[in-house]
Every structure is written in structure tokens, then in C-alpha cells.
């Protein structure tokens, strides 16, 4: 492992110094990159100076920094978490061999595919969430989104760097065409269809970042367990960021649960007091819960049982021994799988071909966790609305439950009784203009919109009325 180099042109721990090829490679994508960023990023604040942490290390003792910058000159590195040199695969058919330092020719156009649609959704989420600075309910909040939109983009950075230095021609071309992909083009849009999904309000950022991020969590968890070193430390270094965005996701969708909880106990009406009604919530996480779980791809995956064998993608906290068995050759699956008419059956998946189910699994399990403490604030402020994940079969567009239809609770419904539900389950035209209606900009320091509590706490011990924006 090298040094921590800070003063490079690219910041790293992964010693461009000596490797002047590669450098010149990423020196040439950097300005592409920045182009990229001022296109597509959150281009009306880049002259503006944002309270912003930026990754300086990878040490335990403190790994980043806060200081005001301007986006477009965050210093967005290339880091690499620190690991045993002698590092043995602990799963699939390569079990106890050596990790790879390099990527094996057998596995090199999985690995490439598995990288680039990681590294895709990264600025994705950038192009997303670029109009949302503009109706910031607070300073703190225009921080926060600045503070994920920045990481996603050193997270490109972190799936670039794999492609320049293992996967030579190819690599670079597919690190090209992550910059011209956009989210939501209709002729060359993003790989995985949530990621061309658009955010257009705060409350779709806030779900976002609970549900969205979170399946980033757990795919680069998986990948975090990967026999090759490099994909695998990388991804171990992403997740130490990762914990904020969905911290922001959760503390967002908790604050306006609190607000209209408040409102109703004063014995008002959400609506009128231009707050976010507890149903129009539910529709919105709804929305975004099970788009998120399309991300997982299908519940029997040929192409997860090969990354599997292969030893690039393992199961949640495969590392910690949680498993008895780490082959995965003899057990099963059980799944609901729907008939010809609609009913469930239960069958067995043989268990390498059900990794993306098993993931699914922790994650939804996650889920649930982050929904019961929103419901235990809901408690406490007297208010009898409770939020409700949904089943893991409603409104799926990916895996096999995709083309059959289910009410939030999972239990089959007709394709009419879908048609005619679906207002009270997802957001509806007339929900998204009214949400709408209620994003404003609040750019006093201190201040926020009368559809979102305050939170708690700032950030980095600062108060929430400090100065996180500074406007040119
Ligand atoms: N949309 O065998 P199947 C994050 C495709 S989020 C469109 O069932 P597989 C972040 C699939 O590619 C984490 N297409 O599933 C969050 C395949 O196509 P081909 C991102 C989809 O391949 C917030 C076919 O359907 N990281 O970091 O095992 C902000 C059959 O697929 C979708 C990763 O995803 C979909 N939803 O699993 C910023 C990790 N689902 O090959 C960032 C890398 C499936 O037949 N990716 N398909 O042409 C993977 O591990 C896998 O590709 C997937 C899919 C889990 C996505
Ligand atoms: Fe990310
Ligand atoms: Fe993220």
C-alpha cells in the first residue's frame, strides 16, 4: 500500500507517482471529467464556497477534512482501503486461493461489466439530483446535497481508476462512456433503470438517499468481499462515505415525518399548512423502495451465480464467517415464484443462482430497521400514521415477480384492481404538483421550510445555523 500522496493532481494512495502511464491517462480523463461536472453536476453553485469534507486518507484517525471549497475544485481522489497483503478468497470455487492483484483473462469481461454499471450510477445520481440546490429547504440541507453529489463523483473517480489500470483500451472506453451516458436520455441513457428515474423534489432526494444509496450499500458490500484486491479495497473505502448519504436520506424522510406529525398534533391540516400529507409520504417511499429493489437484479441470476463461483461478488458480510457454507454448492432457496395463474408457489433456487435474492433480503431487513425508527418518533409525538415498507413483490419491474401484480402488502391483485389502486399507492400526478408547489429555496442561515423539521444536530459540531453556504 502506498502513501497517502495529497499534493499530486489527483490525490491518491495508490502511487501514481510511479506510474507515469497510468497518470497520463487519468490526467487526460480528469478535464473530461470536469466538464462532465459543470454540464451535468449542480452547475448554478460552482463559483459558491460549501462547508464540504474531503477524503485526505484512509486511516482510522481520521480520514477526512471539512473546509469551505468550491465544487469545481474538490480535490476528488483515488483511495484504496488498507488490507492484509496475503489476502485468501473466501468463497466461491476459488476458495483459499490467493486474492488477485490483477484481473484473471477468464473473468475479465464479468469483472469489466460488473465495474462499469457500478461506476455508471455514480454520476447518474449527480445528473439526478442537479436542479434540487435550487429549492434547498435550508443551508444545511444545500450542504448535505453537495456533500453526496461530490463523493458520488470521487466514486466514479474510484470505478475509473480500476477500469484505466486493469482493463487497458477497453477500460479507458468504458471510462469515456460513463461521462456520455446521462440519466433519463433517451438515446443513450443510464444502465440501471432506476438511475434514470428523475429527482425532482426534496422529498424524492430524501427517499433517494434512504432506499437508493442504501442498495449502493449493499452492492458494494458485496463487491467489497471480491478476490480481486483492488475492486475489493476500493469498494471497502466507497462504503466509509456511503454511511452519510443514507444518514441523509434517513434524517430527511424522519424530518418531515416530524413536521407533519407536529402539524396534525396542533390539530391543523398538513395541506393547508404546506406540509407533506403522511399518505403522499407512503406513495413516494413506496415509489422508491421498490424501485430500489429492481437494482438488485432477478431473484434466480445465472449471471450471479458466475460472479459468485467466480469469486467477484460475495454474499452480505461473506468475510465475517456468517455462512456455514462459503461454496455455496449445497444448499437452496426458497422462493414465492408466481404460477401461469397468478398464484405463489413456493420452489427452490439453488443457492449460487439466488445471491442477488439473499442480498435482497439483508437489504430489505435494513429497510425495515430504518422504517421502525421513523415509527418510533411517530410514537412518541402521539400520532397513530405509521410508515409501512412494501412487500418485496409490489410494483416490481425486475426479477420474478416482474409483469404480475401486487398491492404494497404483497398479496396478488388483478390488473384492474392494479389500474384502479394505483393513485392510493404510488404518487400520482396531482401528489407530485403539490409537493412541487412546496419546494422553495430557504438560503438564510438558520432558517428552513415550514415542511421539514430542523435537525438535531449540524454537521462536523457546527449548529444548524451556521454558515454552510457561502455565496459568491
Ligand atoms: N435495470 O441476471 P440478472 C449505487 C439487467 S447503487 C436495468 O437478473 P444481475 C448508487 C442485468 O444487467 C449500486 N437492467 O441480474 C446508489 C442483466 O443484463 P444482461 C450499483 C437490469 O446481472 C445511489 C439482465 O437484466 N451497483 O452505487 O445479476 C447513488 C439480467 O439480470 C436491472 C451495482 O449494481 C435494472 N434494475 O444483477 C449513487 C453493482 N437489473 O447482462 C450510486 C454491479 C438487472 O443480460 N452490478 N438488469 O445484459 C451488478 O452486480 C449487477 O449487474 C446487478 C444486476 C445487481 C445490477
Ligand atoms: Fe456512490
Ligand atoms: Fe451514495
Redesign the pocket.
Known sequence: MSEVDLEAKIPNNVGLRDNKRLMKALETWQPAFLDWWKDMGPSDFNEDQIYLRTAVGVGKGGWAHFDYVKMPEYRWGIFLAEGPEDRKIHFGDHLGENAWKEVPGEMRNRLR???V??G???P???E?QRLLGKTAPSLYDLRNLFQ?NVE?GR?LWAMVYLLHTYFGKDGREEAEALLQRHSGDEDNPR?????NNPIETWVDFFC??TF?????????A??AESAFDPLARSTQF?LTE?AF?MQTGENGVGRILHRTAEIEKEGKDPRKEGAVPFDIMQKYINFWAS??M???????????AE?FAMGL?GRYREGDGIYSDPRALEQSYKAEIPTPEGKLEEKEIPLRRA??AL?LDSYVQDCKRITMRWNRDLEKLGTDFRVVFPSKRFNR???IYAGHFYDPEGNPVTEEEWKAKQGDWLPTDADRAYVKSLMHPVYEKGKIANWISPPPTGVNGQPFDFEYVKFH
Do not use: C, P, W
Open positions: 461489466r460488473l465495474i454499471t457500478q455508471d450510477t455514480e447518474a445520481s449527480v439526478q453526496v458520488e466514486h444502465i440501471l433503470e432506476a438511475f433517494f438517499t437508493t444509496d442504501r442498495d449502493g450499500k449493499y452492492q458494494l458485496a463487491l466507497m456511503e448519504h424501485a430500489s429492481d437494482l438488485f437484479g432477478g431473484e434466480d441470476s445465472t449471471n450471479a460472479s461478488k445471491m442477488n442480498l419491474k425486475q426479477g
